[in-house]
């Protein structure tokens, strides 16, 4: 981080924008955790059915229209033993090997044996095709790499979010004056007067007299140059924030918080984006790993706290401060 001295400082409060961030990356690194404990749990369902220990595989929660069923003739063996009638056997053998999707394969059977029996014989009846089955091994193949893309791409977004929410956040913290409603507003409000004897060269005489018209001019509704060149200013912040690309958030950062990344912060930062641009732009150029993913999230973690601690130290107001 740059060599502010305020930097340094104790400073216990965090954005609510930081707060974020740290509960997004969670969010998805508990989601990681999740499908890589998923996976060996499904390779493990995958050898159980085709050793012959289970009959079926769990379905997907919410994408079951997906899921391909097929009758085949140990489904047509297991509902003889279940007491199907023969005549119904015979109506579902035009079936066997035949693979339909969710709704297809719902009618199908109805049609030929009816609703009731549908019901009663169901989970005999949905077995996943074979087809199906291959699909969900070959989806298993390198998940490892296809989860870390993921991650790394979501990782970065989620600083830039950071980024982006923190100057947002800043900026709210700050009573704004709308100037074009002010200057339409002042313009036709008389403060000639006051102006003619607040303009001329000063006589230390006539401290009271200052006093009095500068008084009658705040009364007036008058605000001081520099209210509304800091609100000004904050709109050029705004909109630099809402077109900021992350190529531009370093020399941002510095310009406008006087936050430096430190060199080799700066091109771990650099080599960050490049990967994952390649990512976003289907380059094959870096592959990430899990690894990768992890030490990406241990430098965003890093200098997302130092960010955070370096603006909210030195350009949030205080809740409680009170000018003496």
Do not use: W
Not at 23 to 30: S, V
Not at 75 to 87: F, N, V, W, Y
Request: proline content about 3%.
């Amino acid at each position: 981080m740059g060599s502010s001295p305020a930097s340094s400082l104790l400073h216990l409060e965090q954005s609510n924008s930081y707060i974020s961030f740290k509960a997004r990356t969670q969010e998805i690194f508990d989601f990681a955790v999740l499908i890589t404990s998923s996976v060996p749990t499904f390779k493990y369902n995958l050898k159980l059915y085709e050793s012959g220990d289970i009959n079926r595989i769990s379905e997907p929660d919410y994408f079951q229209p997906s899921v391909i069923y097929e009758i085949t003739q140990s489904t047509l063996d297991d509902l003889r033993i279940k007491g199907l009638s023969e005549e119904k056997l015979v109506k579902l053998s035009d079936l066997v090997n035949k693979p339909l999707n969710n709704r297809e394969f719902k009618e199908s059977i109805i049609s030929r044996i009816g609703e009731d029996d549908y019901k009663d014989h169901r989970n005999t009846l949905k077995r996943q095709s074979s087809e199906y089955i291959e699909n969900l091994r070959e989806c298993t193949k390198d998940y490892q790499k296809k989860l870390a893309s993921y991650l790394y791409f979501s990782l970065f977004s989620y600083f830039e979010a950071f980024v982006g929410d923190l100057v947002n956040e800043l900026i709210d913290n700050f009573n704004k004056l709308d100037i074009p409603k002010y200057l339409d507003e002042s313009s036709k409000i008389d403060f000639d007067r006051e102006i003619r004897v607040l303009e001329r060269t000063h006589d230390p005489r006539k401290i009271d007299r200052y006093k009095k018209y500068s008084e009658e001019l705040i009364n007036k509704g008058y605000k001081e140059p520099q209210h509304l060149i800091f609100s000004s200013m904050l709109d050029i912040l705004k909109a630099s924030n809402e077109n900021m690309k992350a190529n531009d958030i370093p020399d941002f950062l510095k310009k406008f918080f006087f936050f430096e990344l430190t060199e080799s912060d700066n091109e771990v930062y650099h080599s960050l984006r490049s990967n994952r641009n390649s990512l976003g732009h289907g380059g094959t150029s870096f592959t990430p790993t899990l690894k990768s993913v992890i030490d990406a999230n241990k430098f965003f973690k890093r200098i997302s706290k130092e960010i955070d601690s370096h603006v909210t130290r030195n350009f949030i107001n205080l809740n409680n401060f009170q000018k003496p």
